[in-house]
C-alpha cells in the first residue's frame, strides 16, 4: 500500500501555495513540487493538491505506455 504526505511548503504571492506530494510505494518514492491557487481552507487546499497529482500521474502514465509501445 503506498502512503501519500501532503506538505505545505510556502505560500508565493497571489495566492498561490507551493506543497510537496511525496509518495512511498514498494517501487520506490516520488516527490513532486504542486503549485496550486489558494482555496479557501487547508483542507479544500490539500483536496486541489490531491486531484492535481492524480492529473498529473494520469497524463505521466499516459505517456509512459506510448514510450514503451514505441520501443521495439
Known amino acids: 500500500m503506498s502512503e501519500i ?3 505545505k511548503v510556502e505560500v508565493r504571492p ?3 501555495l507551493l506543497y510537496y506530494v511525496r ?3 514498494a517501487a520506490g518514492k ?3 513540487p504542486v503549485a496550486i491557487r ?3 481552507s487547508d483542507a479544500s487546499n490539500e483536496t ?3 486531484q492535481s497529482s492524480l492529473a ?3 497524463e505521466l502514465e499516459g505517456s509512459i505506455r506510448l ?3 514505441a520501443k521495439p
Do not use: D, F, P, W
Request: hydrophobic letters at 40%; proline letters at 0%; charged letters at 25%.
Open 56 to 58: 498529473i500521474a494520469e
Open 38 to 40: 489558494e482555496q479557501g
Open 5 to 7: 504526505k501532503l506538505t
Open 30 to 32: 516520488v516527490e513532486l
Open 14 to 16: 497571489g495566492g498561490q
Open 23 to 25: 509518495v512511498n510505494t
Open 67 to 69: 514510450h514503451l509501445e
Open 48 to 50: 486541489k493538491v490531491l
